[in-house]
């Protein structure tokens, strides 16, 4: 993968989506407002402009293919973000802007804190909510208008870690830091344990307030205890950059993972080349030759729009707008009740596979993942979605081709 310095440029849902808008068609038309609450400032924007860009680009397409036909109408999607500055407080008002205001009646939450927040009105006001949670408190039989969109560490950290421990059977001793928040402490809660399954001893867990930009005396205490691996676990990939950057000053030499890692360019930019190397958990590689011909240009599109390349943090926005349409359709509603009531049983179209017909829905919105429903084991199929990545400066796609070329075929034996 060859890393170039890109210019950001903020691209909202509203304006991608303007000019295809504005046609209509015979049967009468309609709008669902695609309520967005995401990170748009601070070291989680990056993830928050990927979603904006992914939501926009499936409603632009499902557009383009004549909408979403139900008893006579035809439905299009807007997508409306607004920033919840990744905490509890901002993903409240938010959410009550959301509701009260842009009337929405769907929502995609991202970030656990805010997406807590949001559940909690949104349960109550019949509004379904989407969610890329770094946690599983938000899943369960309790909340019937929630459904996960992306995996946690529940699903990520059996099959994370035991490739690390099979790679480097050395290593003996790690140490975590995570952000103080939900979803560092959701994700502290199952990363703890289950290095420790695999025999490897915690030395210190480290929480640091979101937003701190001095990362040099956690890195210099870190780098003192000597630990075989250091596990940077819910920290944005920029914070994570900066963190190894100070490591390696430090004095670091040890093995470095980034467990919701998925913006190498972000990483990148703030850990220059301390950044190489690093084990990244949520990472996809769509501009390898693996990747089909629509990943490719879209991971390109993205690119431009935002300055990062796609990754697993920000699909959901995407397979959310197809996961509605095909729910709509097989309901013949656009009620979130009967929605939510057939939403187990659909397949759509996702963004994640080279083949995009073949994803179903069943049981995601409960712990354990995608299959549980179907009877198989709470984390063997989600395990299998894992994408473990190691982060090179260039042609990383290389490294990691036959690690993911083995993924892929795991995934559409599992799904197709």
């Avoid at 849902?13 to 407002?33: C, D, F």
């Avoid at 804190?113 to 309790?142: C, D």
């Avoid at 395990?383 to 993911?404: C, Y």
Wanted: net charge positive; with cysteine.
């Amino acid at each position: 993968m060859q890393y170039i310095n890109t210019k950001i440029r903020f691209v909202t849902a509203a304006s991608m989506l303007a000019a295809g808008m504005l046609s209509t068609g015979a049967m009468a038309q309609e709008t669902i407002k695609m309520g967005l609450s995401i990170p748009l400032s601070g070291a989680g924007a990056v993830w928050g402009k990927g979603i904006e860009f992914m939501c926009a680009k499936a409603a632009q397409e499902v557009k383009e293919g004549g909408g979403v036909k139900v008893k006579g109408k035809t439905y299009n999607f807007e997508c409306v973000g607004y920033d919840n500055k990744f905490n509890a407080s901002e993903g409240t008002k938010v959410a009550q802007t959301l509701m009260n205001r842009e009337n929405v009646k769907f929502i995609y939450g991202f970030g656990t804190a805010a997406i807590l927040a949001t559940q909690s009105l949104s349960e109550r006001q019949n509004v379904m909510l989407f969610n890329t949670s770094w946690g599983k408190s938000s899943k369960g039989p309790q909340f019937p208008l929630t459904f996960q969109v992306n995996n946690t560490p529940v699903e990520v950290m059996p099959a994370m870690a035991k490739y690390i421990t099979d790679t480097h059977p050395q290593a003996k001793t790690i140490a975590l830091i995570n952000v103080n928040d939900a979803s560092g402490r959701e994700a502290e809660s199952v990363y703890k344990p289950t290095w420790e399954k695999l025999g490897i001893k915690v030395l210190t867990s480290d929480f640091i307030e979101r937003g701190t930009t001095e990362f040099q005396p956690v890195a210099a205490r870190v780098a003192a205890m000597k630990p075989d691996i250091v596990d940077v676990g819910s920290m944005s990939p920029a914070e994570a950059g900066q963190i190894y950057k100070e490591l390696e000053v430090a004095g670091y030499k040890g093995i470095k993972v980034a467990t919701n890692g998925n913006s190498a360019e972000s990483m990148k930019a703030t850990g220059g080349n301390a950044a190489n190397g690093t084990y990244v958990g949520f990472a996809m590689v769509y501009d390898s030759p693996m990747a089909s011909d629509h990943q490719r240009k879209v991971n390109e599109e993205a690119r431009k729009a935002t300055g990062e390349s796609l990754g697993m943090a920000v699909m959901g926005a995407y397979d959310m707008i197809y996961m509605m349409k095909s729910a709509m359709e097989k309901a013949g509603s656009v009620d979130p009740k009967d929605l939510a009531a057939i939403m187990s049983s659909i397949k759509f179209r996702t963004f994640l596979l080279r083949r995009q017909h073949c994803s179903d829905f069943a049981g995601l919105h409960q712990p354990g993942g995608r299959r549980q429903a179907r009877g198989q084991g709470p984390h063997r199929a989600q395990e299998k979605l894992t994408p473990i990545a190691k982060l090179a400066v260039r042609n990383a796609w290389k490294k990691i081709a036959s690690a993911h070329r083995e993924l892929f075929l795991d995934v559409w034996q599992l799904m197709c």
